[in-house]
Structures are given as C-alpha cells and as structure tokens.
C-alpha cells in the first residue's frame, strides 16, 4: 500500500474556507447548453414537497428520515421515482412519481415507527429479474420490518395503480429468512441482476457484516463476511478484543468487483484519550469479484471468505489510510465509484494540526473538523485530498460524480462542493450553499439517477420550530455540469 497525500497548507485552507464561506450560487448556463467536461456547476431545476408535516426529532444528531447512510432512502428506476420517510403519525410512507417532473403520489404503509432512533431509517430495494420494490425499515440491533411489492410494480409501473394492495404484509423475517436482530440494511443490486442485502449483526463496537441474496423470487442467507475478533492497541496502551467494521459504503462497478471501505470502532472506548471522542479509527478497503463471497485486500490478497473465514482486525493489508483513535474520525461517511470503475471515498475527523486528542467530538468536530477525499488509481496507490471547506457539522457529506468524474459532496444542512478530474480532484470550490435549502443535517441522494440522467436528486427534510415539531420533507433537484 502506497498513500500518496496531497494536503493544502495552513493558510491555504484558511483562505479557501473564507472564499467558501462568501461564495454564492455559481452561475448557472442556459438550459440545453453544454458545458465543458472540466467545468463544475450545479443548476436546482426543480424543489417539490413529499409532506408538509414529516416526523421530527433529532437522534444521535440526525433525522430517522434523512441518513446519509440509508441506501436508499429515495431511488430512480425505469423512468419512475421513489421516496420513502415517516409522517408526523410515525406511519411508513412510500411515494413515487413519474420523471422527470409528475406529481408524487403516496402510500401508507401499515407500519409505524416503533422508537425515536434515527438509525430506525426506511431502505428501499429493486430486483430487477421480477420488479418488485423491497423495503426494509425501523431497525437497531432488532428484527427488521421487511415490505416487497407485488411482482412487475417498479418494471411496469404504469400497469399499477401505486394502491396499498400492491404491497404485502409487513414481516419480521426477510421473506422468511431470519436475519435475527440487525441494523444497517442497505440494498444492492449484482451484475447478474440479484438483489443483495447488506446488513450488521450484533452491536457497535462487537458486530459483524452480513450478507443475504434474493434470486429466483426468494431470499437466501449468505452469511457473514466479517469478524468482531482480534486485539487492537490504542496509542494509549489500552487493549480492545472486539469492534465492528463501520462500511462508508458497499457498491458493485460496472464490470462486477464489489467495494468496500470502512473504519473499524473498538468496544473498549478505554483506548481514547478521553471519554468524549470516538473510537473509529483507520480507514480499510476491500473487494470482491464474485458477488461477495471472497475478499480480497488491496494487494489483491484472498482475506475472508462470507460464511467462513470472515475479514477481521487482523487481516494483512487492509488500512489504506491509517489514523488513531483520537480524531473523532466519523462512520458510514461516504462512498462512490466513478466511470473508470475507480473507487472513491469520502472521510471526516479533526486534523492533528488542530487537537492529537478529541474530547468532545460533537464540539471539537464542528469547530475543527475536515472532510479528505481518498480515492484509488488503478495501480492500487490511494490519494488524499484535503477539500478546503468546513461542514461545521457532526454530521456526514454525501459524494457522487458526474458523466465526466467531476466530484460533487452534498455537505450537511445541504452545501455542495465540486472539484474537476482534470485537477486530480483539488480544486474544491462551493457551488450551492449551506443556507439555500433550509436542510438539517445530513441528507439523501438518488445516485441511480445521477448515473442514468446526470441530474441528482436530493431528499431533505427542513429545520423544524422545535425539539419534535413535525417539519417539511422535500425533493431538490439538480443538474449538474
């Protein structure tokens, strides 16, 4: 593993988080014309409302009905496109339209939240060899609610009326496999056209990444893939025996390898400094060319295998980007794939020029902390690339790239950055700001119509009037480029 770092200076950053700060909306081109593959620009063309009065309360710093880390809490397929969130009577609603501006039409699904946990979110799912939509939701370390539409619903959308009857029951199990307790669901769909569930046993800081498989109209366990084992030593002396590995994403490229990067969290948070910060550390990367079943490392070493010999702390050549327990470096940031299959991620924590011990993360992240881009060439080397805006948030940015690998990061509370590929991704400017939308917190993203369409669709929720004050639940679009 070579890292190669290409971090601004001191003053640099200071003089480019003051230019962002003042920065506007950049100008936007006139409808249908072009602009040049290394310009970076975003135009919103469209902002309509799902619910006027969505679920509200803050857990854990965010909204049950807008993390980052949902995938997908909004997605676009054949020509149509679906939301999911909570009402302010903690019902489970799914709305689709039809693209590229009809008008949203809602279900209510028979299910309501059962806790005010924003890692209760709702997950949505399509496999494509029956078009049924899937939906997994309120979870933390607890059975799932599991959903699937009828067959044909999301391939042949406009044979459905989009009436509660083309949804099942609500079940415990997925389709009767038994997940036991989980958090984290996320779907992904293979190159073979299988649908993938990807989901943690166990809890922070002592659990496990699984996998389960939908083919052939049924559900089937995989297993799991990685291990809560191994002693990891903190700066400090301290020995921790277990952890999770938190993924910042998990995503198929278009010639089949699946990604992973992740940073592991220890269970004994006796390895911090201090009580107040977090004890996420190192970012790891690995990937598999048969759909998840074997792991290789960077190096292209055979590490784990899912339902056997799992990844664990001590598999050789993992971290990509080593970092200490101290930095109140975040999970499930973000992660993206470009044209070039490249993989690409995004990571957020204090710098050691600022503080070598977190003691507060939520204060000292929001004074000090930094997002880096790291990304992967296809000799095996990482980069880094500090982006010279401040989130000035807790909380986590999406990444995505446009038709000609321009990066785009959705910050929190809705601001958007953008480097070109002509620069290797340095030259970070603000291209909407953090005030414009009104959004709290983190936000989702429909990255399939990214890919399909070059437009991004951003699903929001704005800041309320109070503590649970039920508050508006949008979709902002935008054109990039």
Not at 59 to 72: C, E, I, K, T
Not at 149 to 170: E, K, Y
Request: hydrophobic share 35%.
């Amino acid at each position: 593993m070579i890292l190669k770092a290409r971090v601004a200076s001191r003053g640099f950053l200071v003089a480019m988080a003051l230019t962002a700060i003042v920065a506007t909306l950049a100008t936007a081109a006139p409808a249908g014309r072009a602009h040049a593959a290394g310009s970076v620009a975003v135009t919103r063309t469209a902002d309509t409302q799902l619910d006027p009065t969505a679920l509200y309360f803050v857990s854990y710093d965010g909204l049950v009905n807008n993390d980052s880390f949902q995938q997908s809490g909004i997605l676009s397929y054949a020509g149509y496109q679906y939301a999911a969130w909570y009402t302010a009577d903690r019902n489970a609603v799914i709305a689709r339209r039809r693209l590229p501006s009809g008008s949203w039409a809602t279900v209510k699904l028979p299910h309501q939240l059962s806790t005010n946990d924003s890692h209760n979110v709702i997950s949505l799912g399509v496999s494509p060899a029956d078009g049924r939509l899937h939906i997994a939701m309120d979870t933390h370390d607890n059975p799932v609610y599991y959903v699937a539409s009828v067959a044909g619903l999301l391939s042949h959308p406009a044979s459905h009326p989009w009436t509660g009857a083309d949804f099942g029951a609500v079940q415990r199990t997925l389709g009767g496999v038994d997940l036991g307790s989980i958090t984290y669901p996320q779907f992904l769909v293979t190159p073979t056209g299988a649908l993938q569930l990807s989901y943690r046993t166990g809890a922070s800081g002592n659990g496990t990444n699984e996998l389960a498989e939908y083919a052939g109209g049924r559900w089937t366990k995989l297993g799991r893939w990685q291990s809560a084992t191994g002693n990891y030593t903190g700066p400090n002396g301290v020995v921790s025996t277990t952890r999770n590995m938190y993924l910042h994403g998990i995503d198929y490229t278009p010639s089949g390898r699946l990604y992973a990067t992740f940073t592991w969290r220890e269970g004994n948070t006796g390895v911090l400094c201090a009580g107040g910060g977090l004890s996420n550390h190192d970012t790891g990367y690995v990937y598999s060319d048969d759909q998840g079943r074997t792991w290789h490392n960077n190096a292209g070493t055979v590490v784990g295998a899912t339902g056997g010999s799992a990844v664990s702390l001590d598999s050789p050549g993992l971290v990509v980007d080593p970092l200490g327990p101290d930095h109140g470096l975040m999970n499930q940031e973000s992660q993206a794939v470009d044209s070039a299959g490249a993989v690409h991620a995004l990571i957020s924590y204090v710098p050691g020029r600022f503080t070598q011990c977190v003691t507060d993360y939520q204060a000292d992240r929001q004074r000090y902390g930094h997002t880096f881009l790291l990304s992967r060439a296809g000799n095996g080397t990482w980069s880094k690339v500090e982006i010279p805006v401040q989130s000035g948030s807790t909380q986590r940015s999406k990444l995505v790239f446009d038709r000609y690998d321009n990066a785009y990061v959705i910050m929190p509370f809705g601001r958007i950055v953008a480097a070109t590929r002509a620069s290797g991704w340095t030259d970070w400017t603000q291209v909407f700001g953090a005030d414009q939308l009104g959004a709290f917190g983190e936000v989702d993203v429909d990255t399939s119509r990214v890919r399909d369409e070059g437009v991004f669709s951003v699903l929001y929720q704005r800041k309320s009037t109070g503590p649970t004050t039920p508050s508006p639940i949008r979709v902002a679009d935008f054109r990039l480029g």
